[in-house]
């Protein structure tokens, strides 16, 4: 054979096999998708208090894992233990309050008792009054004094019971139902609750990372001081839109991680994103912005893909680890011996790079 023999049938065989590799991809990308654009993602919590004040105490270190309700830190709580104190004094000054007001309408009571009474009174003399004048045995200035005396009880009268009401008005229902009561409580149940607050605890369990809080600072409230990494793990990976027409939650998955060089793990889908950020409209009243672009061929939109292992890891990775994610749509029964076969290739080759 000669040298243009050998020559030639060379560039059939590479003209074949990149025939063949480029087949090998199309059918690939349909039917066994893999990206290396995938990332182990764990829940952040932005741990902030509920109030402001100085820092009394920190009770964790940085990196220590901690477990759902353990203090965090502690603000001084020496304001907030003065307000529960005022609070107190607050409600047994509305109890004083009410027991003044009790007493005076008690005694408002028994002024209508005297002042009715004294109507009483002030009405039989007139009615003799009226008696007399008809028989002319009085004379008619008595006669109107009698009168303006019974109006001036009756009036005596009238004044007591707008006291009475009005003492009523004021001191409300009895017992705890009162609403001075109630409304000193509630004011002692929220100092109670702010003392409480100074008490910052972890929303979950996890552990805390990059830790820069010292004794002695000032935060505000509602401002992240403490960020806390939870321990479950959410595994996302970005494929080529076109690439997951054949994949539906629950199919089978491999992932590689670049920690573990040499190691498969078995998952299954569990959610694809409904959407990225360019599919979202603000109603910002502005018009369309338009994108131009002079490019023949457009980068490929990526969609996430949420992916959750099947076993446990022997050791839990950090937040934002990477990784590699082949996918088995569950039509595709057949390409199942190259899905291993890429996925294992894969975490071979994270030996070297």
């Known amino acids: 054979m000669t040298p243009d023999q050998t020559f030639a049938r060379w560039v059939k065989v590479a003209i074949a096999a990149f025939v063949l590799l480029f087949i090998y991809f199309l059918l690939a990308d349909s039917f066994m998708p893999m990206t290396p654009e995938a990332r182990v993602m764990r829940p952040v919590t932005r741990i902030a208090p509920e109030l402001g004040g100085p820092v009394g105490a920190v009770l964790v270190n940085d990196h220590q894992h901690v477990e759902k309700g353990d203090v965090l830190f502690q603000l001084d709580p020496a304001p907030f233990q003065l307000a529960?104190?005022?609070?107190?004094?607050?409600?047994?000054?509305?109890?004083?309050?009410?027991?003044?007001?009790?007493?005076?309408?008690?005694?408002?009571?028994?002024?209508?008792?005297?002042?009715?009474?004294?109507?009483?009174?002030?009405?039989?003399?007139?009615?003799?009054?009226?008696?007399?004048?008809?028989?002319?045995?009085?004379?008619?200035?008595?006669?109107?004094?009698?009168?303006?005396?019974?109006?001036?009880?009756?009036?005596?009268?009238?004044?007591?019971?707008?006291?009475?009401?009005?003492?009523?008005?004021?001191?409300?229902?009895?017992?705890?139902?009162?609403?001075?009561?109630?409304?000193?409580?509630?004011?002692?149940?929220?100092?109670?609750?702010?003392?409480?607050?100074?008490?910052?605890?972890?929303?979950?369990?996890?552990?805390?990372?990059?830790?820069?809080?010292?004794?002695?600072?000032?935060?505000q409230a509602g401002q992240p001081v403490i960020a806390v990494v939870a321990d479950e793990i959410d595994i996302i990976a970005d494929f080529r839109e076109k690439s997951l027409r054949?994949?539906?939650?629950?199919?089978?998955?491999?992932?590689?991680?670049?920690?573990?060089?040499?190691?498969?793990?078995?998952?299954?889908?569990?959610?694809?994103d409904a959407g990225v950020r360019e599919g979202q409209l603000a109603a910002d009243g502005q018009l369309a912005d338009i994108p131009t672009t002079d490019r023949w061929v457009r980068d490929a939109q990526r969609l996430r893909v949420h992916v959750a292992l099947t076993e446990p890891t022997a050791h839990l990775l950090p937040s934002g680890a990477r990784a590699t994610v082949q996918l088995q749509p569950g039509g595709a029964a057949l390409a199942k011996p190259f899905v291993w076969l890429q996925a294992h290739l894969i975490s071979l080759l994270h030996y070297v790079y």
């Not at 509630?186 to 820069?212: I, M, P």
């Not at 054949?246 to 694809?272: K, N, S, T, Y």
């Open 84 to 219: 529960v104190d005022q609070a107190q004094l607050n409600r047994e000054q509305a109890e004083r309050e009410n027991a003044r007001l009790e007493a005076e309408l008690t005694s408002a009571q028994a002024e209508l008792a005297s002042a009715q009474a004294t109507a009483a009174e002030r009405q039989g003399e007139l009615r003799r009054a009226e008696t007399l004048i008809a028989r002319q045995s009085v004379s008619r200035q008595q006669y109107e004094q009698q009168v303006a005396a019974e109006r001036t009880a009756q009036a005596s009268v009238a004044a007591a019971r707008a006291k009475i009401v009005s003492l009523e008005v004021q001191l409300g229902d009895a017992g705890e139902t009162n609403l001075r009561l109630r409304q000193a409580d509630n004011a002692l149940a929220q100092a109670q609750l702010d003392l409480a607050h100074t008490q910052v605890r972890a929303a979950q369990a996890g552990s805390v990372t990059n830790l820069q809080l010292e004794v002695g600072d000032y935060v």
């Open 246 to 272: 054949h994949v539906a939650p629950g199919d089978a998955a491999q992932i590689v991680f670049d920690a573990w060089p040499g190691h498969v793990f078995d998952a299954r889908v569990v959610a694809m």
